[in-house]
C-alpha cells in the first residue's frame, strides 16, 4: 500500500474543499493530475474514498477514516523532518560532558547555563571522572566533551588549555600558620600531607611534588585521593595539610585556609573532544567552550636589568 505523502497532502486538500477544483488550485496544481492521484490512492489502499457528486465530493467512511489519520501521519513526518534536520544542524541530541570537581569553581556552571540556553533540546548528562578516566571515556567515543586537569592526551583527543591559576595551600583551621596571609613553602616541612593521587593525575602529583622539593624538602605524605574536594576535606579534618588550586578557595569548606606562597607552577585545567568524526552538536559545544573561555594569554615577559 502506498501512503505517499505527496498523495496524502492531495487528499487532505479534497477532503477539506469538498471540491476537486478548489482543491486543485490551492495546491497549485490542474485538476487532471490531482484526479489521478486520488485514483491512485484510491486503488493503493483498495477501499472508495470520495463519493463524487456533480457539484462537489463527500468523503465515505473510509475516507474520513483515512482522512483523520492522513493528518496524523503527516504531523509524524514533519517531526521526524524536523528532529533530524536539528540534530544534523547540531540542536537536538545528547552531550556527555565529564568534569573534574574543581570545575565548579573555575567557570563550569556558567558554562552549563549558556549551553542549555543555547541547546534547550539537547540533553546534557554530566558524570564527575577524574582526568585520567575522562580521557579514556573521550578517546574510546564514551565522552563527547571532558573538563580536565591538564594532561598529555592521545592520539584521536584534541585538547585545549582553559584557564590558570596559582596553587595556595590549604591548611586546617587549628594548624599554628592558619592565621597568616602568606608563607614560605619550607615553614611545613614537618607537616603531613594529603595529596592528589598520582594514579588520577601523574601530572598534578609530580607538579606538587616537584614545588616541595624546589623549597627544599620531601613531604610525608600520609594520605592520597582522587579528588580536590576530598583533599580539602582531609584537611578540614585535621589529617594534613595541602597543595591546591587556588580556586578551592571557593568552596567555602569549613575548617580551612588557603594561603598564598611565592611559586611560578600553574594549575591548568583543559577541555578534551574527539579529534575525529566529531558531530554538529560537538562542534557546536566546542565552539559555546571557545566563547566562554578566551584563549589564555602568555605569560608576560620580565623586563631585563641594565
Not at 35 to 45: H, P
Not at 72 to 81: C, F, G, H, K, T
Not at 94 to 114: H, N, W
Request: glycine share 4%; hydrophobic share 45%.
Amino acid at each position: 500500500m502506498d501512503l505517499e505523502p505527496r498523495l496524502l497532502r492531495y487528499f487532505i486538500a479534497v477532503a477539506e474543499e469538498r471540491h476537486f477544483s478548489r482543491a486543485a488550485a490551492r495546491l497549485h496544481i490542474s485538476q487532471p493530475p490531482l484526479s489521478y492521484a486520488i485514483r491512485q490512492l484510491e486503488e493503493n489502499i483498495g477501499a472508495r474514498l470520495l463519493a463524487r457528486t456533480s457539484r462537489h465530493v463527500e468523503l465515505t467512511d473510509a475516507g474520513q477514516a483515512l482522512y483523520h489519520e492522513a493528518l496524523i501521519l503527516l504531523r509524524q513526518a514533519e517531526e521526524v523532518r524536523t528532529l533530524v534536520r536539528q540534530v544534523d544542524a547540531g540542536l537536538r541530541g545528547r552531550l556527555r560532558i565529564g568534569f573534574v570537581g574543581s570545575m565548579l569553581y573555575r567557570g563550569l556552571p556558567a558554562l552549563l547555563s549558556a549551553m542549555r540556553t543555547e541547546l534547550p533540546d539537547v540533553e546534557h548528562v554530566l558524570t564527575e571522572l577524574n582526568s585520567h578516566d575522562q580521557i579514556e571515556a573521550v578517546r574510546r567515543g564514551e565522552q563527547d566533551l571532558g573538563f580536565i586537569h591538564a594532561n598529555p592526551v592521545p592520539d584521536g583527543v584534541q585538547a585545549r588549555d582553559l584557564m590558570a591559576e596559582p596553587f595556595v595551600v590549604c591548611l586546617p583551621d587549628a594548624h599554628p600558620l592558619a592565621q597568616r596571609t602568606t608563607l614560605r613553602l619550607a615553614e611545613l616541612a614537618e607537616d603531613d600531607f594529603v595529596f592528589f593521587a598520582r594514579a588520577a593525575s601523574p601530572s598534578y602529583y609530580e607538579t606538587v611534588l616537584a614545588m616541595c622539593v624546589s623549597a627544599g624538602f620531601m613531604p610525608a605524605i600520609r594520605h592520597e585521593v582522587r579528588h580536590w574536594l576530598s583533599v580539602a576535606s582531609l584537611v578540614s579534618q585535621g589529617l594534613g595539610v595541602s597543595i591546591v588550586p587556588a580556586c578551592l578557595s571557593r568552596s567555602g569548606l569549613a575548617g580551612t585556609r588557603f594561603i598564598a606562597f611565592e611559586h611560578e607552577a600553574r594549575s591548568i585545567s583543559q577541555v578534551i573532544w574527539p579529534d575525529a568524526a566529531r558531530s554538529p552538536l560537538q562542534e557546536r559545544a566546542v565552539a559555546l567552550v571557545a566563547q566562554a573561555f578566551p584563549p589564555l594569554q602568555p605569560p608576560a615577559a620580565v623586563p631585563s636589568k641594565a
